[in-house]
């Protein structure tokens, strides 16, 4: 079919979704058939399992506390500043 959609899960890894959709929820056997890369869909035709392809589809995480932050290995161009402290009298 040419016009696909999707009915989003209120619920997706513990986490209320019902206000929040976002495209990275779609998992990607679906992504394929929402898409028309095939016509079959994944309920009826499970996709092959490949040794790298995660086995659970996460959430996008940018915005939170759990997003991937790199560890830079370049030297900080800004510094922060640290008032003086004066000794206890």
């Known amino acids: ?8 899960t ?3 890894n513990g986490k ?13 056997e679906w992504h394929r058939w929402l898409h028309s890369m ?6 009826t035709h499970p ?3 490949h040794k ?4 659970n589809h996460k959430l996008n995480l940018s915005g939170t506390p759990g997003q ?7 030297r900080k ?4 500043w640290v008032p003086p402290t004066t000794a206890p009298k």
Do not use: L
């Not at 095939?38 to 309920?43: H, S």
């Not at 790298?52 to 086995?55: F, K, L, V």
């Open 1 to 8: 079919g040419r016009h696909r959609w999707v009915i989003y």
């Open 10 to 12: 209120e619920e997706m």
């Open 16 to 28: 209320n979704t019902f206000w929040e959709v976002d495209g990275s929820m779609v998992p990607p």
């Open 38 to 43: 095939t016509d079959d869909p994944p309920t």
């Open 47 to 49: 996709p092959v399992a």
């Open 52 to 55: 790298y392809i995660s086995e």
């Open 68 to 74: 991937y932050v790199p560890y830079s290995t370049t």
């Open 77 to 80: 161009k800004i510094q922060e």
